[in-house]
């Protein structure tokens, strides 16, 4: 048999292209991951002949190009539409990526539900699942109405011409690992097969005008799997995170082209699905301890939204020779540099401690205003003095014990007022530069760890 011709090898981490096959990439240095690239048979005329017939390959001038604002539609979920800068944008592509089980396909049957009692057309096309295991999914979540419709196919010329009949508004490509098409020839999931999959329905909503979000599996490093080249693709690439043991997702925007990447949208696992979360702040304090040493209130930046969390300390004599550190939530050379810190420059002898550091409720946060947070739990554990539960904390910690500026102080003093904070500590830099004093809240300024230390215990 004649062996199939291929087009050369290129790198499914990062897209690197090559002539050849080779052990380690040049571009991303990664091992074993070149691939052979098959030839597709006819789908560059094709996907050709579609643009021409759109006159993309036609220039313009600037002066020509209309600059009115994107046309939005809502999802029916206030954190989604914030993560996509104001609601869904026509035409768009939007991969979703998340861990197994994470929630990606209950968020999503979450939107059409929302978008087809709007009296949208929504397509859902799902090539894992069959019709039966959707609708178990469905009956959990609730009652569904309007023009939604479901399809269980993986050949993207069968989705195409149905799509072509229904002319849906917005459709689901659940995932985009089990999709292929006839001309080219390697196996669903293999790299040609999810980069032709995903210029094909590119073309499509493009084309047609059609909102589609794609399901991406994701790797054990939590990248979204396939060729790197699948992220620049896609107009926005969204990840659903969390741990399966702790109830609530984080929705993070990696990459939008139609609004920011610094805004995040927070829900919470339930029996019914997936619950919105409008107030983070007083969801992850829920539970804190009274009176307990070693806890302290801290506030992080996530995007444009500030979010109160508790850091937690645990500092006792070590029974071994070499000392244990532990961090969890937060960077572990940070923790151990913020020790040093305190050895040096605040006098507190921690070199025959273990020292334990968690960032309460399973988030992860490596922002470096929580560094006062985290030197003021590890002495007030170390000196078993709590910090009283109405102070909040907030700082950058230099290697000179000095506590730097962080950006957006004022908003962050604002959400602790609102929960009912009376006390922020926080860096001189920023107590001089908030113009407008809010109300009900006692500011102190800090210049070194040493002034900071001093609240500790006090009421």
């Given at each position: 048999?004649?062996?199939?011709?291929?087009t050369?090898?290129?790198?499914?981490?990062?897209?690197?292209?090559?002539s050849k096959?080779?052990?380690?990439?040049?571009?991303?240095r990664?091992?074993?991951?070149?691939?052979?690239?098959?030839a597709?048979?006819?789908?560059?005329?094709?996907?050709?002949?579609?643009?021409?017939a759109?006159?993309?390959?036609?220039?313009v001038?600037?002066?020509?190009?209309?600059?009115?604002?994107?046309?939005?539609?809502?999802?029916?979920?206030?954190?989604?539409?914030?993560?996509?800068?104001?609601g869904l944008?026509?035409?768009?592509?939007?991969l979703?990526?998340?861990?197994?089980?994470?929630?990606?396909?209950?968020l999503?049957?979450?939107?059409?539900?929302?978008?087809?009692?709007?009296?949208?057309?929504v397509l859902?096309?799902?090539?894992?699942?069959?019709?039966r295991?959707i609708?178990?999914r469905?009956?959990?979540?609730?009652?569904?109405s309007?023009?939604?419709?479901?399809?269980c196919?993986?050949?993207?010329?069968?989705?195409?011409?149905?799509?072509e009949?229904e002319?849906?508004?917005?459709a689901?490509?659940?995932?985009?690992?089990?999709?292929?098409?006839e001309?080219?020839?390697?196996?669903p999931?293999?790299?040609?097969q999810?980069?032709e999959?995903t210029?094909?329905?590119?073309?499509?909503?493009?084309?047609?005008?059609?909102?589609?979000?794609?399901?991406g599996?994701?790797?054990?490093?939590g990248?979204?799997a396939?060729?790197?080249?699948?992220?620049?693709?896609?107009?926005?690439?969204?990840?659903f995170?969390?741990?399966?043991?702790?109830?609530y997702r984080i929705?993070?925007?990696?990459?939008?082209r139609?609004g920011?990447?610094?805004?995040?949208?927070?829900?919470?696992?339930?029996?019914e699905?997936?619950?919105?979360?409008?107030?983070?702040?007083e969801?992850?304090?829920?539970?804190k301890?009274?009176?307990?040493?070693?806890?302290?209130?801290?506030?992080?930046?996530?995007?444009?939204r500030?979010?109160?969390?508790?850091?937690?300390?645990l500092?006792?004599?070590?029974?071994?020779?070499?000392?244990?550190?532990?961090?969890?939530?937060?960077?572990y050379?940070?923790?151990?540099?913020?020790?040093?810190v305190?050895?040096?420059?605040a006098?507190?002898h921690?070199?025959?401690?273990d020292a334990?550091?968690?960032?309460?409720?399973g988030?992860?946060?490596?922002?470096?205003s929580?560094?006062?947070?985290?030197?003021?739990?590890?002495?007030?554990?170390?000196r078993d003095?709590?910090?009283?539960?109405?102070?909040?904390?907030?700082?950058?910690?230099?290697?000179s014990?000095?506590?730097r500026?962080?950006?957006?102080?004022?908003?962050?003093?604002?959400?602790?007022?609102k929960?009912?904070?009376?006390t922020?500590?926080?860096?001189?830099?920023?107590?001089?530069?908030?113009?407008?004093p809010?109300?009900?809240?006692?500011?102190?300024g800090v210049?070194?760890?040493?002034?900071?230390?001093?609240?500790?215990?006090?009421?």
């Open positions: 048999m004649a062996k199939a011709r291929t050369g090898f290129f790198c499914k981490e990062c897209g690197y292209e090559s096959w080779m052990g380690q990439c040049p571009a991303c990664e091992w074993n991951t070149f691939v052979e690239a098959p597709a048979s006819g789908g560059r005329k094709a996907g050709g002949a579609r643009a021409a759109l006159g993309g390959n036609r220039p001038k600037l002066s020509q190009i209309e600059s009115s604002a994107e046309e939005r539609t809502g999802t029916g979920m206030e954190e989604l539409d914030r993560v996509l800068g104001g944008v026509s035409g768009s592509l939007i979703v990526g998340g861990d197994p089980g994470i929630g990606k396909s209950t999503l049957l979450q939107v059409c539900r929302n978008l087809a009692r709007d009296g949208k057309r859902y096309i799902s090539g894992e699942e069959s019709a295991q609708k178990l469905a009956d959990r979540l609730g009652e569904f309007g023009e939604l419709s479901f399809l196919e993986t050949d993207l010329d069968q989705i195409s011409r149905i799509i009949e002319k849906p508004e917005i689901v490509v659940d995932s985009i690992q089990t999709m292929y098409r001309g080219v020839d390697s196996a999931g293999s790299v040609g999810v980069r999959s210029n094909f329905l590119l073309q499509i909503a493009k084309g047609k005008g059609i909102t589609i979000f794609i399901v599996h994701v790797t054990k490093e990248t979204v396939g060729p790197r080249m699948l992220e620049h693709m896609v107009d926005t690439v969204l990840y995170e969390g741990e399966k043991n702790v109830p929705l993070r925007g990696v990459k939008n139609f920011s990447t610094n805004e995040i949208g927070v829900f919470e696992m339930g029996g699905g997936l619950i919105q979360v409008p107030n983070p702040s969801y992850m304090l829920s539970g301890p009274e009176g307990a040493s070693g806890s302290v209130t801290a506030c992080a930046i996530e995007g444009t500030p979010m109160l969390l508790e850091i937690q300390a500092v006792c004599r070590t029974n071994f020779g070499m000392p244990r550190r532990t961090a969890a939530g937060t960077d050379n940070r923790v151990n540099l913020l020790i040093a305190l050895e040096k420059r006098g507190l921690l070199s025959d401690c334990y550091v968690n960032i309460a409720g988030l992860r946060i490596s922002e470096p929580l560094d006062l947070g985290i030197v003021m739990a590890l002495a007030s554990s170390f003095v709590p910090v009283d539960d109405g102070t909040l904390v907030f700082g950058e910690v230099g290697l014990g000095e506590v500026a962080v950006s957006m102080a004022e908003k962050r003093v604002q959400e602790a007022a929960l009912g904070f009376s922020c500590i926080l860096p001189q830099v920023c107590l001089e530069r908030i113009r407008q809010v109300k009900g809240i006692r500011l102190v210049r070194n760890v040493r002034e900071a230390i001093e609240y500790i215990g006090r009421g």
